[in-house]
């Protein structure tokens, strides 16, 4: 009476029940736990001992990384009944809101696993020791000129440090002055020194018209108020031929993201996002998949776009018919 009233107890907490779905789906480690759950690493921990424990999950060592799964065999003699039970009860849970993110963040997880060219399964073929994306982004970036990029909405920076290693300068823009010191932090200990950080929204950017090569959104548009108003702006900084790249998701229903993300858009459909780079006034528009995992509700869509010459002479006939350009700081 005292071991079943003791794993009943166990059972009777949201985490605990949404960990152990996880690990029905997929054998997780602790920090791709916390990616799905949303929990902080110590809380997760902890449900993983007691759970342990229990001999609800087992524990796997591979390559110094210990990997956990659903292990109901380990309950004892109430482990059939057990199982039945959790197995019909995950079943009913899959449409509650806090296990689709949970499913929604699961395939996020799995999709960073595998393009990060860790060994798949047990399919030793797919393990090719030193291949990586951060590699092969440097090495395309050898064959770029050294061009001066705008990357709006630029986050914790990690994006704008790569860039920094090709451009000949960058300038990050965010809205955040907290998230702004962390990128400044960060680029110090990379020794990243061709950086701008500017303090702005991507819909009022504090550059000057035509001063960069590239201007660059990575996942910043779903953020805008108006994206509409972040293109024209993007455009606006970008000189006469040079590009506006744009990664973003594709439309999708996951409205979780709204209240937990800050997302204010659920993605673009391909041919919305396309109208609204050729409004914007870009030229050999071009939208495709750049990431896309089966299963996933996160489809990432690549589109970019070149700026019309013709569009930034009228533009600075107007300023030199002003007197003054529209921004002040380059």
């Not at 019909?88 to 689709?100: D, H, I, P, W």
């Not at 990060?116 to 994306?133: I, M």
């Not at 050898?142 to 860039?163: H, K, Q, S």
Request: charged share 30%; aromatic share 4%.
């Amino acid at each position: 009476m005292h071991d079943a009233a003791a794993l009943y107890r166990l059972l009777g907490d949201e985490a605990r029940l949404r960990l152990l779905r996880a690990l029905s789906l997929e054998r997780l480690n602790v920090t791709e736990l916390t990616a799905v759950l949303g929990l902080a690493q110590s809380g997760v921990s902890r449900h993983l001992g007691l759970l342990k424990d229990a001999g609800l999950v087992r524990e796997d060592r591979e390559a110094g990384f210990a990997f956990y799964r659903l292990n109901l065999d380990g309950a004892g003699e109430a482990g059939e009944a057990l199982r039945s039970l959790l197995l019909v009860q995950f079943a009913e849970m899959a449409t509650a809101a806090a296990v689709r993110q949970d499913e929604a963040r699961l395939h996020e997880v799995l999709r960073l696993r595998k393009e990060n060219f860790q060994a798949h399964g047990n399919d030793s073929a797919q393990l090719v020791p030193g291949r990586s994306w951060a590699a092969w982004a440097r090495a395309l970036g050898l064959l770029l000129p050294p061009l001066t990029v705008a990357d709006l909405g630029c986050g914790e920076g990690y994006l704008t440090i790569e860039i920094s290693r090709w451009a000949k300068r960058v300038i990050a823009v965010d809205r955040s002055r907290e998230v702004l010191a962390r990128a400044r932090d960060l680029a110090r200990r990379r020794r990243a020194a061709n950086i701008v950080w500017k303090r702005g929204e991507i819909e009022d950017v504090p550059i000057t018209d035509g001063a960069v090569d590239l201007a660059l959104l990575s996942q910043a548009l779903h953020h805008a108020g108006s994206p509409a108003v972040a293109l024209s702006e993007a455009v606006r900084i970008v000189a006469p031929g040079g590009r506006v790249l744009v990664l973003d998701l594709r439309a999708h229903r996951e409205e979780w993201v709204e209240t937990r993300l800050g997302d204010r858009w659920l993605g673009f459909a391909d041919e919305d996002l396309r109208r609204l780079l050729c409004a914007a006034g870009l030229e050999r528009v071009q939208v495709r998949v750049g990431a896309r995992r089966t299963g996933d509700p996160f489809t990432v869509l690549i589109a970019s776009g070149v700026k019309k010459a013709r569009r930034m002479a009228a533009a600075e006939d107007r300023n030199r018919g002003t007197g003054h350009d529209r921004r002040k700081s380059g």
